[in-house]
């Protein structure tokens, strides 16, 4: 089992700054990549952005790319999403995610993600 908690939500004014963490705990040993997932109000949960434990190259969702940027601290078992620029169309409950199973690399695919974090909230204020 793999536990994923995040921190890091928070109110901010349009055009600020946040940086999310996702910290893994349990059998961590083996993950293949993490991803960040976002939900809006009333709208299906979307892809931010993914990348793998041992390659570079992440992968972005259009609507984050230049904005965005995720990192890892390998050591830490840690993920992290800086969000920079940040729009009220980001306001969202903000999901990481765990794919241990390494079979392909289709980072927007949520059925390869074996598990999940509750969330954290982001609000953008305009």
């Known amino acids: 089992q793999v536990q994923l908690v995040e921190s890091g939500g928070g109110l901010v004014q349009a055009g600020g700054s946040l940086r999310l963490s996702c910290a893994a705990s349990g059998r961590t040993f083996s993950m293949y990549a993490m991803g960040w997932f976002r939900q809006a109000p009333g709208k299906e949960r979307e892809f931010v952005a993914a990348i793998r434990w041992s390659a570079s190259s992440p992968y972005y969702a259009d609507s984050v790319k230049g904005r965005f940027t995720i990192s890892r601290d390998n050591a830490k078992n840690t993920v992290y999403l800086r969000m920079d620029s940040l729009k009220p169309e980001d306001t969202a409950v903000y999901h990481c995610?765990?794919?241990?199973?390494?079979?392909?690399?289709?980072?927007?695919?949520?059925?390869?993600?074996?598990?999940w974090g509750q969330g954290t909230q982001v609000t953008v204020s305009s």
């Open positions: 995610a765990a794919d241990r199973k390494g079979t392909r690399w289709l980072p927007w695919v949520q059925t390869d993600y074996d598990y």
